[in-house]
């Protein structure tokens, strides 16, 4: 009986360490990584990610409007996520007239360690207009090239965003 016991707290405690597991979302957001190309979560999420999200919001910006066009701004309050091996509260999906963003949010500041691991955009994508790196540090890069690509670590926000445009 005692035998049982034993079997029966493990199987329990085995499911419950399965239920609280956190969702990984660093294969979905790799591309950030390469370039700050990065995936629009309002177009397709995978069903996978739907589980760690706690609710989402939509709202139009309308400070920077062109031509009637406000920033649309889709966030997700995330519960037990993770990027990139660290806790993950947050993202921001922006579009606006010619630009657009994703925005990271997480738990501390340790992200900031991820940040040599995030390169730059590949280089002479278009030979007419070649890539100028305007910008490479510890708090991210800005890039030129048939528009422009900013990777921004905001330790301030405990945020990594990704932005571009034309």
């Not at 309002?42 to 409007?65: C, G, H, M, Q, W």
Request: hydrophobic share 35%.
């Amino acid at each position: 009986m005692k035998k049982l016991a034993i079997v029966l707290s493990m199987v329990f405690l085995g499911h419950t360490a399965i239920a609280n597991a956190a969702t990984d979302w660093t294969p979905y957001l790799k591309p950030m990584m390469s370039g700050c190309d990065f995936p629009n979560p309002t177009d397709k999420l995978p069903a996978r990610y739907e589980t760690s999200i706690a609710s989402k919001k939509f709202r139009v910006d309308k400070t920077n409007e062109i031509d009637g066009y406000g920033e649309q701004i889709t966030t997700y309050t995330l519960k037990n996520a993770t990027a990139f091996g660290q806790p993950l509260l947050k993202l921001e999906y922006l579009v606006g007239y010619e630009w657009g963003h994703l925005k990271l949010y997480f738990k501390d500041t340790k992200f900031t360690a991820l940040r040599m691991q995030f390169k730059l955009p590949e280089v002479d994508n278009y030979p007419d207009d070649p890539l100028q790196v305007m910008k490479n540090n510890a708090s991210g890069y800005e890039v030129e090239e048939m528009g422009y690509t900013n990777l921004i670590f905001d330790r301030k926000e405990k945020s990594i965003t990704c932005f571009s445009g034309l």
